[in-house]
């Protein structure tokens, strides 16, 4: 019998799978990866070590090849451009998100991309010591603002509001358009908390 021009199995199909299952039910064994790919669990680990590296793989899928050169613009809007793709990355898979806070950012294209807002940080003048902190609260906040994306138009909805509470829901616009102007706001808000800590020059 003449062997599949394309292989069965590979990495990029075991991540795509997973991803699949993710979008669909939140969640993913290697159990059911190994159904939807129809084999054996054990043939999995031919091709990797095991969920975390499959979390790994997920996360590299989603992250384009070619990453802009973020560290080349001014780092205002170096680093506001970087966090904008990076919550649009996220914004179409959101049950992914609380998978990612799991495992180590091992990952190749992981790396290419913190190397763009490390290195545009350390471009702006930030000490090294600063930086990763800097990067972990980019991260939680891309991380939130992408799962603010998924959320039910009513989220801000309740019959306990009090009157303030009441007031401040009744101005805000709704669904999509709340979560982008929630994320702007909060974008701004991090750019000037980094700029009021960006040594003198």
């Keep these: ?32 990866v190994a159904r939807r790919l129809s084999v054996r669990p054990s043939s999995l680990y031919n091709h990797v070590g095991g969920r975390e590296e499959i979390i790994s793989l997920v996360r590299d899928s989603l992250i384009p090849e070619t990453i ?41 294209a992981s790396a290419r991309m913190y190397e763009e807002f490390a290195a545009t940080m350390h471009n702006a003048g930030f000490p090294d010591e600063q930086i990763l902190d ?30 303030r509470m009441r007031a401040v829901t009744e101005a805000a616009p709704r669904g999509r358009e709340r979560a982008d102007q929630s994320f702007e706001f909060g974008l701004r808000v991090l750019i000037d908390g980094l700029r009021a800590r960006l040594p003198q020059q």
Excluded: C
């Design 134 to 163: 800097a990067i972990t609260a980019i991260d939680n906040f891309a991380l939130g603002s992408a799962l603010d994306m998924a959320a039910p138009p009513t989220l801000w909805t309740s019959p306990h509001w009090q009157a």
């Design 68 to 108: 802009p050169p973020f560290r080349e613009l001014p780092w205002e809007q170096g680093l506001s451009d970087g966090i904008r793709l990076y919550r649009a990355i996220l914004s179409d898979h959101p049950a992914v998100v609380p998978l990612l806070a799991t495992v180590p950012l091992a990952s190749a």
């Design 1 to 32: 019998m003449p062997r599949p021009s394309e292989p069965i199995l590979s990495p990029d199909k075991i991540a795509q799978a997973a991803l699949e299952l993710i979008d669909s039910i939140g969640e993913f064994t290697i159990g059911a």
